[in-house]
């Protein structure tokens, strides 16, 4: 094939600018890796006239989207607007009804209808691709879906959200307190419009579902990812990690397991020496684990321009050069409904009390964590000037279901000062 | 496309035998992945009468790999043989000139004749892929010939041979010197029957000279690499590596430059606490950088019979999804013979000398490099207990010629014990 791919663009942020750039800036370099030329015949946006620093008047404007996505001379439709619903939702559904191939950045729409939309992609011959959706440039769609295709994945993790991971190494780097970090995050401009998105572990969670799909070839589920942001994590608590070997990052695990698919986005305890305990600032990292490949670790920028423009512009490769993918790596038809498990795989866990400094007040606890069955790993007491007593402990492993019915019994018991923080700590 | 996709496997060792149980064992994931079945048609391997732990009664056996490469039942032929020439040449030559696909584990034919071999195979209309020659089962030559398709790449750096880096992270970790840890690792059955081909770089080489083609669309030119072994690494030189925050990895590199194209694989100081600086034992790592990506790194298990079968595997896949990309990210005909260029990019230098503990010795030496246009970034003598004074320089950037020419002068001073020994550090 040698007639040029010829792209409709829907979205012109710092991505869909992005790709525009590498489109008119690479022509000879695409065109010589793809065996065809890759030109852009149309573009979309919600403003027309404002300065992008890349000349788009050779492009004819399209000021609805829906009309860019099933214009003739549109092969190809790239969604960059973002939102679940909305103009993304109908332009996406009106190209594949008009057989267009569709590439699309949007974790939202697909966590949300990434079945419905690969199943219309799929019946209507088409492609829909989505590699700027999960962990920016790193290729990791491709990798799990593509590169591990012989495998069967026992685990996927991940640190999926920039945003999160500053705040964190912020934090720790700084000693600087949550609220006073998350400012200085909005200042620089690395929050969503609603930051819940990012902090709230939402933004990261979309993004697991869909690994988790591909994964182990389900229903992309995102109602059932157990989520927990990071609001609650204290100065106190990554220090106390810190002191113990450990970091603080919110990790995104999804594995499947007798029970069903575990998936879960929450604050985590990670050995400090492993590769997503050194894993600091924005950057995101991407565990895979598979039974033939064992572990592979990928890392890399998870925004910005640049990267996620590439991860789009690897998309569109794929389909210039004729690779057409299942959307989750197996025909939609085919894919299971998930069978959602509440976090069941056994793991230790950090516990941070404040408990009355009186005696017997460590005895209750101790006491409470044995009836759950649950034995200790290590426990401190730091010293302290008041009447009350921190206290962490790390247990053995087990399971949440044991830990909730502990922490429970705990918050009745009359030393105790605030709800104790429990906090996962993950093998890796 | 439903018809099976038929494989015919030639060389049954470990990643052989790893590449018939997936087959056979993942048959329904690999066709609900593949939309289509996967199977084997025939085998072939020097020994016929062997356990490999695995049924191989019913498939066809070929004692000649060409005869099998040209089977009629066969679609496509994969080539785990190994050896640059010789049989494994010769049946993947007979199977693109029989109208096969090919898939191959084979760095060192394809750094010798993968021009050749390349342009055949688009001549006759098929693909050649070799996902498991580099870094085992790290999907690196997928993230860089589609993942990053819209990047200039600038750069490719990476540890790929695992042997030498448990050979240096085991001279580090138990202080023993590097003829003990060879001797170790040989009982241990790291070593290739060559050494040489680990030790010396070679094995290493060849990747690296894999991708450099596929990263600046230039012919493999293997010739070109620099090669420079492990051997002559000492425990001292780790131990002066780490006081200075370093750690000593054999390294390639490959970058193109305005002078030509770079591609050295050679021991150099790395930072301590940087993702390849971190990495230890026999893992692989990659870095791939591009002007919109920034910098990707995959890490992964680098050799053994999981990892490297599920290399295989992701070529098998593509091919059966009817994924057929170009050998090297693009035609064959368009790529450029490289201009290769002796390493010029300028870098620091460690520089490790032992002088005659006597007055001016040091100023002889500080004046050679001054005269060279040297300047010196850190410079640290050692207490001693003879008349000879360990002494460590680290340079600020410079180019390896004018490096050279100093450590030319300076193997002339009078004061100068055995010659100096000088490694490049290179940022990362």
């Not at 409904?337 to 795989?345: G, I, K, S, V």
């Not at 009355?356 to 290590?378: C, Q």
Request: glycine residues 10%; negative net charge.
């Amino acid at each position: 094939m040698t007639e040029p791919l010829r792209l409709g663009i829907a979205g012109l942020g710092t991505v869909g600018t992005g790709v525009v750039k590498i489109v008119r800036q690479k022509a000879n370099l695409l065109a010589a890796r793809a065996g065809r030329p890759v030109v852009i015949s149309a573009i979309s946006a919600r403003t027309r006239d404002k300065d992008r620093g890349v000349s788009l008047s050779d492009y004819a404007w399209e000021d609805d989207p829906v009309a860019l996505a099933t214009r003739d001379d549109v092969d190809l439709f790239i969604e960059l607007m973002g939102g679940s619903d909305g103009p993304a939702k109908a332009a996406t559904e009106a190209a594949i009804a008009a057989g267009k191939d569709v590439v699309t950045a949007n974790k939202a729409m697909l966590a949300h209808h990434g079945q419905a939309l690969a199943a219309a992609a799929e019946s209507a011959g088409r492609v829909l691709r989505y590699e700027a959706a999960v962990a920016g440039g790193i290729p990791v769609i491709k990798a799990l879906t593509e590169g591990l295709a012989g495998n069967d994945i026992t685990r996927v993790m991940g640190v999926m959200n920039g945003t999160c991971n500053y705040i964190l190494t912020r934090m720790q780097s700084a000693g600087l307190p949550y609220d006073e970090v998350f400012e200085e995050a909005n200042q620089l401009g690395y929050l969503e419009a609603d930051p819940t998105l990012d902090v709230g572990g939402i933004d990261a969670g979309h993004k697991l579902a869909l690994l988790a799909s591909i994964a182990f070839g389900t229903q992309v589920d995102f109602d059932s990812v157990e989520l927990e942001g990071i609001e609650k994590v204290t100065i106190a608590d990554i220090r106390h990690a810190a002191d113990m070997g450990y970091r603080i990052k919110l990790l995104g695990v999804a594995q499947m397991t007798g029970r069903g698919l575990e998936q879960r986005m929450s604050p985590c305890l990670v050995p400090a020496d492993s590769p997503l305990g050194q894993l600091e600032g924005g950057t995101n990292m991407v565990v895979l684990e598979g039974d033939m490949v064992e572990q592979i670790v990928l890392r890399g920028p998870g925004a910005g321009e640049g990267p996620t423009a590439s991860a789009v512009m690897g998309d569109v490769m794929d389909i210039a050069r004729g690779c057409r993918l299942s959307t989750f790596g197996a025909p939609a038809a085919g894919l299971q409904q998930a069978r959602p498990a509440r976090a069941a795989t056994p793991a230790p866990f950090y516990l941070r009390m404040s408990l009355d400094d009186k005696p017997g007040a460590l005895a209750k606890v101790a006491a409470v964590l044995g009836e759950a069955g649950i034995s200790i790993d290590r426990m401190r007491q730091y010293r302290h000037d008041d009447t009350i007593a921190p206290v962490l402990i790390v247990t053995h492993k087990t399971t949440r279901n044991a830990l909730d019915g502990a922490l429970d019994a705990m918050s009745r018991l009359d030393v105790m000062g605030e709800t104790p923080v429990a906090l996962r700590i993950e093998t890796v």
